[in-house]
């Protein structure tokens, strides 16, 4: 675990580096457009490079040395960085700008994602896999607590620019941390890889997982989840920024109580090792959540938002680690990449629909619809207020009751609730495996 330790404290670092900016060009994009269309394009812009790479991606993290798949990541984010810092001090920053950056840093950020995640089964035991992937939860969350009430406070202070060289300095630290220690590297099966073209290398992931129908429902289980929470993140920023003109510290406040919950759930998941069946994991996680950002959506004050948001992280760390501790520990280590970058090629296929989805639904059809006036204001006006947000609220609250739903559905299929036993451990599976299906 001590090398894991170590990889994991540098990325932790550059993550908080990272949001701060996130957080930092959100506020310097919205107080410039005013439009939840122009956070989307953000997304978009990671995404849809991201989606192009995937598939190669996991070809590339099954063949190539991990660690250095990791330092280019952090490098290439890196220098995109200093780029995005210098047109800005020279007052030439404009929003294309940050799309073709944040399309940059998908594309790299992939491959440095799935080298990290797939790095995992090399670094500790088969027992301490859901520990650690609940750790990596931990550096997401965390840095949700820190940086976005930091940088709230920082942007008015040192700006953006000096947001950007805080940035800078935490991808340092990642990169020096992973070039201290050694990743253990796979024992590839020449023969066995040399049996496969270039595409059948490609679509591997997809035919490994049709091949195994539990895993599959979990992934597309997981897919139609993040789908609908999708279209409620693309909305939270706009929408709290927009109920309280503009307010820096409260939209950080929330963003810390989401940190704040996601790392208890973390702590609570390290101490307890999870579900004896990590499928309740997967799925009580969805339920709650989505019950949760219910609350969220519907509410109107910092008195509500703060708890619901808080309850509603809570749930990630439990349903973010279970799927990975199944993945983990019914796929071989080398075939990890590549099913693991089917999994995300698929979620982020889906991730790409639902903010188009939103962002167009959102200024478009429901925040004109809740407007004085408006087509959707004598149903929901009084749960949901009317003017800037308003329409927001409403699309949020329907993307939170689709999690809950889907949360419920997993139950009710017996191919996903019972993955854990149809499905063999790769330890188990591994030596009857001569040919790949």
Request: charged fraction near 10%; include cysteine; hydrophobic fraction near 50%.
């Amino acid at each position: 675990m001590r090398t894991f330790l170590i990889i994991w404290f540098g990325q932790f670092i550059s993550t908080i580096g990272s949001s701060m900016t996130n957080f930092a060009i959100k506020l310097w994009a919205w107080e410039l457009t005013s439009q939840v269309t122009t956070l989307a394009l953000l997304s978009l812009f990671t995404l849809i490079p991201s989606i192009l790479i995937t598939l190669v991606s996991g070809l590339i993290v099954d063949r190539v040395n991990r660690k250095i798949l990791m330092i280019i990541g952090d490098a290439v984010a890196a220098i995109s960085t200093v780029f995005i810092c210098y047109i800005y001090l020279n007052n030439q920053l404009e929003t294309w700008h940050l799309y073709l950056t944040s399309a940059v840093n998908g594309a790299f950020g992939e491959i440095q994602s799935l080298a990290y995640s797939t790095s995992i089964s090399m670094l500790v035991p088969k027992q301490q896999y859901t520990r650690a992937s609940s750790m990596n939860s931990a550096i997401h969350y965390g840095s949700i607590i820190i940086a976005p009430g930091l940088a709230g406070v920082l942007y008015y202070m040192i700006h953006l620019s000096g947001i950007l060289v805080i940035d800078l300095v935490s991808f340092t630290i990642a990169i020096a941390t992973i070039f201290t220690v050694h990743i253990p590297q796979l024992n590839i099966n020449n023969k066995s890889q040399n049996d496969l073209n270039f595409w059948q290398e490609i679509i591997f992931g997809f035919r490994y997982l049709i091949a195994r129908p539990s895993l599959f429902a979990m992934i597309a289980t997981g897919s139609l989840f993040w789908f609908f929470h999708d279209i409620g993140a693309t909305l939270s920023s706009a929408m709290i920024l927009a109920r309280t003109n503009n307010n820096a510290t409260v939209l950080g406040s929330i963003s810390s109580a989401a940190g704040l919950g996601g790392v208890t759930g973390t702590i609570i998941l390290s101490i307890w090792g999870g579900s004896k069946r990590r499928i309740n994991g997967f799925l009580l996680g969805m339920i709650g959540a989505g019950i949760s950002k219910t609350v969220f959506g519907s509410a109107q004050g910092l008195m509500i938002w703060l708890p619901a948001q808080f309850c509603s992280s809570l749930n990630f760390p439990m349903l973010t680690s279970s799927s990975t501790a199944i993945l983990l520990s019914k796929v071989r280590p080398d075939l990890q990449g590549r099913v693991f970058a089917t999994e995300s090629s698929i979620q982020q296929i889906v991730s790409a629909i639902a903010v188009f989805i939103s962002a167009l639904l959102a200024d478009h059809v429901f925040e004109p619809a809740m407007m004085l006036g408006g087509s959707l204001t004598p149903l929901f006006s009084g749960l949901f207020g009317t003017g800037k947000g308003a329409g927001m609220a409403i699309l949020y609250v329907i993307s939170s009751l689709g999690l809950l739903l889907v949360g419920l559905g997993g139950y009710a299929y017996p191919k996903l609730r019972n993955v854990e036993y149809i499905v063999p451990d790769h330890d188990v599976e591994y030596p009857q495996i001569a040919k790949i299906p």
